[in-house]
């Protein structure tokens, strides 16, 4: 097998192993589902198999809280408004938990005392 060849068996091989993570992130059996619940179109994750890729901003969805805390800048441009409320709650959801912390120049907003 050529290198490229090889290269490009690998690349496949991940993006099905980051779709099968989505799938359970989800907790959906179908790529036509896991499409849906990203506000995709339903040929989208074929089309990630067939590349042997899959885009970052639904990789960043997969990361796990880190034993120390990551910064992060994300910037995310042509979601669905389905899709970027999904990312928008898994964003919340991990700041709670201290996943994700502020630092530098953008600060974490102060929240009004109850």
Request: charged share 25%; glycine share 8%; net charge positive.
């Amino acid at each position: 097998m050529s290198n490229s060849l090889g290269q490009s068996k690998l690349a496949k091989d991940r993006a099905s192993i980051d779709i099968d993570a989505l799938k359970e992130h989800f907790g959906v059996d179908l790529d036509g589902q896991l499409a849906d619940a990203l506000g995709l179109h339903k040929t989208t994750i074929a089309n990630w198999r067939q590349r042997g890729g899959v885009p970052s901003r639904h990789r960043l969805l997969l990361t796990k809280r880190p034993e120390r805390p990551r910064y992060l800048s994300v910037t995310v441009t042509c979601l669905t408004e389905a899709a970027a409320r999904r990312l928008l709650d898994h964003l919340a959801e991990q700041i709670e938990a201290g996943a994700i912390q502020f630092g530098g120049s953008n600060p974490a907003p102060e929240r009004a005392a109850s």
